[in-house]
C-alpha cells in the first residue's frame, strides 16, 4: 500500500489516504507517484493537491502527518514546529530550541515561557 497526503493552499497536509499498490504500479511494476495522484484525483473529482509519503521514509524523507508543511522547494515534509521560539535547521531537517539541552544524565524539558531548559525533578 503507497501513502498519499492531501495538501491545503499553504502546502500544509489535511489528510492522509492509503492507495492500493496496483493504483501506482506501472507496466514495469514501478511505483510511480503520478499514477496515484491520477487514481486520486478520479476518486476525488478532480479534487486535491496530492503528493506521496512513506513509513520508511523513502519519500521526502519523513512520513507526513496532519499538520505538516510541503517544501516545495527542498521537496521535504517539515513537522509542526513544537514551539514558537524554535528555528528549522535545513541542514539537520529539525526543528532546534534557541539554546541547546544540557548534556548530561538528567532529563529537562522546554520552557517556552523563559526559552530554556528545566531540569525534570525526579
Known amino acids: 500500500m503507497a501513502h498519499f497526503v492531501r495538501l491545503d493552499s499553504n502546502n500544509v497536509v489535511v489528510e492522509t489516504i492509503v492507495v492500493p499498490d496496483e493504483a501506482v504500479t506501472d507496466k514495469n511494476g514501478q511505483e ?8 486520486l484525483k478520479r476518486l476525488r473529482g478532480g ?3 496530492w503528493r506521496k509519503t512513506s513509513y520508511n521514509n523513502s519519500e521526502r524523507r519523513t512520513f507526513a502527518g496532519i499538520g ?3 517544501d516545495t522547494v527542498n521537496n521535504v515534509f517539515i513537522p509542526p514546529k513544537p514551539f514558537e521560539s524554535f528555528v528549522w535547521n535545513s541542514s539537520l531537517e529539525q526543528w532546534e530550541p534557541p539554546v541547546a539541552m544540557p548534556e548530561d544524565s538528567k532529563t529537562y ?3 517556552e515561557f ?3 531548559w528545566k531540569q525534570v525533578e525526579e
Open 114 to 116: 523563559n526559552k530554556n
Open 47 to 49: 479534487q486535491g493537491v
Open 32 to 39: 510511480n507517484e503520478q499514477l496515484g495522484i491520477q487514481w
Open 109 to 111: 524539558h522546554w520552557d
Open 68 to 70: 505538516y508543511k510541503y
